[in-house]
T-cell receptor, first 114, second 111 residues
């Protein structure tokens, strides 16, 4: 059974460009999470969806970040415009339940903004 | 929401030795989970503890949930090079839906 799928796995872009990260959760899971991981700030929760509805976006850094979940099998995290300080590993995770259950992480997208 | 603190941040261990990493919450937790992230990898679920005072073992790893359900520990015996990585604890508050992750303990092993 496939785990959480993320694409791209690596992204190098220039400051000011739009970046779109994609995630396919595990089939049947109804909760989806976007995290950002850096050496300085560790693992940060950006946004949490339950049944495709954003429940908590308090971790989204600023208006340059947006996330959507148009259906149960797909989510995107968009950064527009990107800045060098957005360089990080972005993880998508999914779980079955209301948010406190075991989370299954994807392999991550390593983003470098030059 | 609750905050989950982990100590130490870094643990340098001689191969074959034991060590313990600790997780503390500012509020009572309904459950605590532990994850392991290998270098360059992603966090992978190890175990969940739910009951007060619960102890679970996975081979050389022993996980414990405190009596007050506000702290937890992970003890590794006879450390091996395969234990290298960052260990995260994550807890859900009694009245919260969110799983809050600690900052992690990064373990390196000297052969």
């Amino acid at each position: 059974d496939a785990g959480v799928i993320q694409s791209p796995r690596h992204e190098v872009t220039e400051m000011g460009q739009e970046v779109t990260l994609r995630c396919k959760p595990i089939s049947g899971h109804n909760s989806l999470f976007w995290y950002r991981q850096t050496m300085m700030r560790g693992l940060e929760l950006l946004i949490y969806f339950n049944n495709n509805v954003p429940i908590d976006d308090s971790g989204m850094p600023e208006d340059r970040f947006s996330a959507k979940m148009p259906n149960a099998s797909f989510s995107t995290l968009k950064i527009q415009p990107s800045e060098p300080r957005d360089s990080a590993v972005y993880f998508c995770a999914s779980s079955f339940g209301g948010g406190g259950e075991t989370q299954y992480f994807g392999p991550g997208t390593r983003l470098l903004v030059l | 929401g609750q905050q989950v603190m982990q100590i130490p941040q870094y643990q340098h261990v001689q191969e074959g030795e034991d060590f313990t990493t600790y997780c503390n919450s500012s509020t009572t937790l309904s459950n605590i989970q532990w994850y392991k992230q290998r270098p360059g990898g992603h966090p992978v679920f190890l175990i969940q503890l739910v009951k007060s005072g619960e102890v679970k073992k996975q081979k050389r790893l022993t996980f414990q949930f405190g009596e007050a359900k506000k702290n937890s520990s992970l003890h590794i015996t006879a450390t091996q090079t395969t234990d290298v990585g960052t260990y995260f604890c994550a807890g859900t508050g009694a009245n919260d839906y969110k799983l809050s992750f600690g900052a992690g303990t990064t373990v390196t092993v000297r052969a």
